[in-house]
């Protein structure tokens, strides 16, 4: 019962989390020029609690494949919020695909935001 209890809660709050990263996110995340001025902003007590969040998230998220809950998406947060070598690169990768910029950009549109962009 307690498994099941902490599968809907990580399924409603991985729905809720990726929501509001999304909505969030800089319109000019994904663009070279403001990556460059994103970076090294953070304090070391911030980029430490968010990769432990991050961690946290990614072992939440594996533990939902085999329960019910929004794996996949729990575990994508997750690493959204890790630091590690390549980070960007993949995270370029996966938005540029055209079904999920535009379903990204659908949510930004109806939470009032700017859509997302890319630089080509």
């Known amino acids: 019962m307690a498994l099941a209890a902490l599968s ?9 989390v990726l929501h509001r990263i ?3 996110l800089p319109a000019g995340y994904f663009s070279a ?22 961690v946290v998230l990614v072992i ?5 494949l085999v329960t019910p809950g929004q ?3 729990t575990i994508l947060i ?6 590690f070598p390549g980070k960007h690169r993949v995270e370029r ?5 055209p ?12 939470a009032g935001q700017p859509d997302l962009f890319l630089d080509e």
Not at 60 to 64: K, L, P
């Open 60 to 64: 939440a998220g594996i533990i939902m």
């Open 8 to 16: 809907v809660v990580l399924f409603v709050g991985s729905i809720f």
């Open 78 to 83: 997750g690493v959204t919020l890790v630091d």
């Open 22 to 24: 999304i909505v969030r």
């Open 33 to 54: 020029r403001d990556r460059a001025a994103r970076q090294g902003r953070a304090s070391l007590p911030v980029r430490l609690c968010r990769n432990v969040g991050g």
């Open 71 to 73: 794996g996949i998406l």
């Open 99 to 110: 079904a999920v910029l535009s379903t990204i950009n659908v949510w930004r549109g109806r």
């Open 93 to 97: 990768w996966l938005i540029s695909r």
